[in-house]
C-alpha cells in the first residue's frame, strides 16, 4: 500500500545534539512538508520541499534543516540551536497541479527532551 | 491575524446525533481551497473533506458535509449521525492562491476542536 513512513516515532535528545526524522514516501508525489505540533495547537510549517534539490523555509525554520536528495525521501534534522524541540513532528506530501489534492500525513514522531 | 480561526476547543455530541464543527477563514485571495482533517489520539492526520473557492454546491463525504457560506469566510463541519469513533481532534485548514504544476500548496492550520462522542 501507497503511505509515507515516519522514523522513529519516539525520539529523545540530549543538550546540545542534532537528530535527524526521518520521512519516506512511496506515492509518487512531488511536495513534501514538515509540521510541528505542540500540545493542545494546529500544525506549523517548519519546511517544505516543491522538487527534488530544492526546498524553502516555512513559518518556523529556525534551529531546523532539511535536505531533498531523493523524491521519496524529506529528513529533517534538529539541530542544538532549536531551544524548544519537545512537539510532535509530522511529515507530509501532495500532488500538485490539481487543486483539491490535500496533503497525505505520515504517524509522526514524538520528540522529547533528555 | 489568524487565517484559520477555530472558536469551540471542546464539543460534546450524543452518538447518533449531527454535529457542527465551526471554521471561519481570513483571505483575500479569490482561489482557495479549504480542507478538514481528523487527527485520533494516535496522532496521524486523516483527510476528510475538501470544499474549493469556486465551487458551488456545498462538499459532501459520506457523514461528512461542509457548510460553505463564502460571504460569511466560513467553512463547518458537519458530522451526521455521530459514531463513538469520531471522537478525535478536528482541524480546519485554508490553502491560499491557485495550484500550478510544481508548486507546493501549503496550508495554514486552525487550533482545532475535540470532539467527544457519548453513549
Known amino acids: 500500500d501507497g503511505g509515507i513512513t515516519q522514523s522513529p516515532k519516539y525520539l529523545f535528545r540530549k543538550e546540545g545534539q542534532n537528530v535527524t526524522l526521518s520521512c519516506e514516501q512511496n506515492?509518487?508525489?512531488?511536495?513534501m512538508y514538515w509540521y510541528r505540533q505542540d500540545p493542545g495547537q494546529g500544525l506549523r510549517l517548519i519546511y517544505y520541499?516543491?522538487?527534488?534539490?530544492?526546498?524553502q523555509k516555512g513559518d518556523i525554520a529556525e534551529g531546523y534543516s532539511v535536505s531533498r536528495e531523493k523524491k521519496e525521501s524529506f529528513p529533517l534534522t534538529v539541530t542544538s540551536a532549536q531551544k524548544n524541540p519537545t512537539a510532535f513532528y509530522l511529515c507530509?506530501?501532495?500532488?500538485?497541479?490539481?487543486?483539491?489534492?490535500?496533503?497525505?500525513f505520515g504517524d509522526g514522531t514524538r520528540l522529547s527532551i533528555l | 491575524a489568524q487565517k484559520i480561526t477555530q472558536t469551540q476547543p471542546g464539543m460534546f455530541v450524543q452518538e447518533k446525533e449531527a454535529v457542527t464543527l465551526d471554521c471561519t477563514y481570513d483571505t483575500s485571495d479569490q482561489s482557495y481551497g479549504l480542507f478538514w482533517y481528523k487527527q485520533p489520539s494516535s496522532g496521524e492526520m486523516i483527510f476528510l473533506i475538501y470544499?474549493?473557492?469556486?465551487?458551488?454546491q456545498n462538499a459532501t463525504e459520506g457523514r461528512y458535509s461542509l457548510n460553505f457560506q463564502k460571504a460569511r469566510k466560513s467553512a463547518n463541519l458537519v458530522i451526521s449521525a455521530s459514531q463513538l469513533g469520531d471522537s478525535a481532534m478536528y482541524f480546519c485548514?485554508?490553502?491560499?492562491?491557485?495550484?500550478?504544476?510544481?508548486?507546493?500548496?501549503?496550508?495554514?492550520f486552525g487550533t482545532g476542536t475535540r470532539l467527544q462522542v457519548t453513549l
Open positions: 470544499q474549493g473557492s469556486y465551487d458551488e
Open positions: 506515492l509518487n508525489h512531488d511536495a
Open positions: 520541499s516543491q522538487i527534488v534539490n530544492d526546498f
Open positions: 485548514a485554508m490553502r491560499e492562491g491557485k495550484s500550478f504544476a510544481g508548486t507546493a500548496s501549503k496550508l495554514t
Open positions: 507530509a506530501s501532495s500532488r500538485e497541479g490539481a487543486y483539491n489534492q490535500p496533503q497525505h
